[in-house]
């Protein structure tokens, strides 16, 4: 059965003028931060490395959590700089846990590689009646480049993990609230470029024969310990020279020589001393048979 066209067209109609106000009123969707480049909201957490909340330097995130679960930020650093992660947590009341807390912040790299840290503790524990807990972790100063088998941290994309490590099982769930906060000092230029010179000697001039309480003399050249002259024996001028593989070369030669020569010796008998054959058993001639005749 077919409808007429003119009931259709007034339903057409309205939905047509709807339409336009209904685009207008629904909300856009706002681009995340990892679409639009721009930084996803300071009160939230991701649950893994692809879905870290990401802080600018400077920023604090401000994060109601679950106690037991992962939590995730990610920063960018660039060479020169030394970042720092803060982190606090405020704990659960400790009327409601059964027992302390350990919580444990690390930072990983763009390539999911664990970064050590050079100060803060990394590790906070806190009893059953304390009603907070912070942790720190201060990383190495970023590179401008480093050797593909070293772990050194470059340019890019760092992430924050933060976890409970020893929690009763009674306590997992309870409501936390946790503040992060990354900082960083320095910029390109305390960036030691490549192939430039040392701020600093490595190993620091030394007055043996000081005691550690009298004052040092000062560093002159007569304080510089002399290098020590290498021993000089009855022997030392053997075998050396440009040419000291090839001494080395004949006389193994001629040790090896010897040696099967010597071998030869002890394995074959002398050739001066055969063996005499056993004399021979001289062939016995038989006797003549008897001829009978009897004529």
């Known amino acids: 059965m077919r409808t007429p066209l003119k009931s259709v067209l007034p339903a057409l109609c309205l939905v ?12 856009s969707p706002s681009p995340s931060g ?30 109601p959590v679950s106690t037991g679960d992962y ?19 405020a704990l659960a009341p400790s009327g409601d846990r059964h027992g302390p807390q350990t ?6 790299d763009g390539l999911r590689r664990r970064q050590s840290c050079t100060a803060g503790p990394q590790n906070g524990s806190a009893d ?3 009603t907070s807990v912070a942790v720190r972790c201060t990383l190495r100063q970023i590179r401008s480049w480093a050797e593909p088998w070293s772990g050194d ?57 000081v005691v550690g309480g009298s004052p040092a003399p000062a560093a002159t050249a007569a304080h510089a310990a002399a290098p020590a002259e ?22 193994g030669g001629a040790l090896a020589a010897l040696a099967g020569v010597a071998g ?13 054959p056993p004399p021979a058993v001289p062939r016995q001639t038989p006797h003549p048979t008897p001829h009978y005749d009897p004529n």
């Open 153 to 209: 941290p470059l340019p890019g994309t760092y992430y924050v993990r933060l976890a409970v490590g020893d929690v009763p099982q009674q306590d997992l769930g309870l409501a936390a609230q946790v503040k992060v906060k990354v900082t960083a000092k320095g910029g390109a230029d305390d960036a030691q470029p490549e192939g430039g010179e040392l701020k600093a000697p490595l190993v620091p001039p030394v007055n043996p024969g």
């Open 71 to 89: 939590l995730y930020w990610a920063f960018a650093a660039s060479e020169g700089q030394t970042p720092t992660v803060a982190v606090d947590v």
């Open 128 to 130: 059953q009646s304390a």
């Open 103 to 108: 919580w444990t912040v690390e930072v990983f």
């Open 230 to 251: 290498p021993e000089d024996h009855w022997y030392s001028g053997w075998f050396s020279g440009w040419n000291t593989r090839w001494y080395w070369t004949l006389a």
């Open 16 to 27: 047509a003028l709807a339409a336009p106000a209904a685009v207008a009123a629904s909300p």
């Open 34 to 63: 990892s679409a639009s480049g721009s930084l996803a909201p300071a009160g939230t957490a991701g649950t893994n490395f692809l879905t870290a909340t990401t802080l600018a330097p400077g920023q604090s995130a401000d994060v």
């Open 264 to 276: 030869y010796k002890l394995t074959r008998h002398p050739r001066g001393h055969r063996r005499t």
